[in-house]
């Protein structure tokens, strides 16, 4: 065999295994996108991501002589997981939830005890997440409320989610609101 004869052949041979793999790379893609296609797009439904727009921290505004004309101060909207990590056993919850209902009633005022623990009973059965509790709380009641039973089990393991909302205060009402700017509502 001579010499052009042994550098086609290599050619030959070198271009038939990249044809050979580009049909294995055809092939695989025809495979994924129409034999397996129904899973692939349930599963990316599945993952889907949550988009929300996250507010800007405004900062303090004084006057000249040092008197504070606007602040923004911290409100929380207390939210639970009824599939925390914590309280998924059922021992855990049934211990702790009517002692928990017990303390939200006495610290709010606006449910009985009853009705919190049917409250959180039915959401539970439900498998619910992000269960409202209660809307416009204080960092102060904040702090407290994280005392509470089935709360005090840890951030993330009991359940309790404090979603922070800036709130704008004008300590002087309507005094110069124009100059400082308004808080769209």
Do not use: C
């Not at 580009?22 to 990316?44: C, E, N, P, T």
Request: glycine residues 6%; proline residues 2%; positive net charge.
């Amino acid at each position: 065999m001579n010499i052009r004869a042994n550098i086609l052949l290599r050619v030959y041979l070198a271009f038939g295994l990249i044809v050979l793999f580009a049909f294995a790379v055809l092939l695989r893609l025809g495979d994924v996108q129409f034999i397996q296609g129904h899973k692939w797009k349930a599963m990316a439904d599945s993952l889907s991501t949550k988009e929300f727009d996250i507010e800007a921290a405004r900062g303090n505004i004084y006057s000249v002589d040092g008197s504070l004309l606007a602040t923004s101060v911290p409100e929380y909207e207390l939210r639970m997981d009824m599939l925390a990590g914590g309280i998924q056993k059922k021992e855990v919850f049934d211990t702790k939830v009517d002692s928990l209902a017990m303390k939200l009633s006495q610290f709010f005022g606006d449910k009985s005890a009853k009705e919190y623990s049917r409250f959180l009973r039915k959401a539970r059965q439900d498998s619910a997440r992000y269960v409202l509790i209660k809307r416009k709380v204080t960092y102060q009641d904040l702090k407290i409320i994280r005392k509470f039973p089935l709360f005090n089990i840890g951030k993330y393991t009991g359940g309790l989610m404090a979603i922070q909302q800036n709130k704008r205060i004008l300590p002087f009402k309507d005094l110069a609101q124009r100059t400082i700017g308004y808080l769209n509502e």
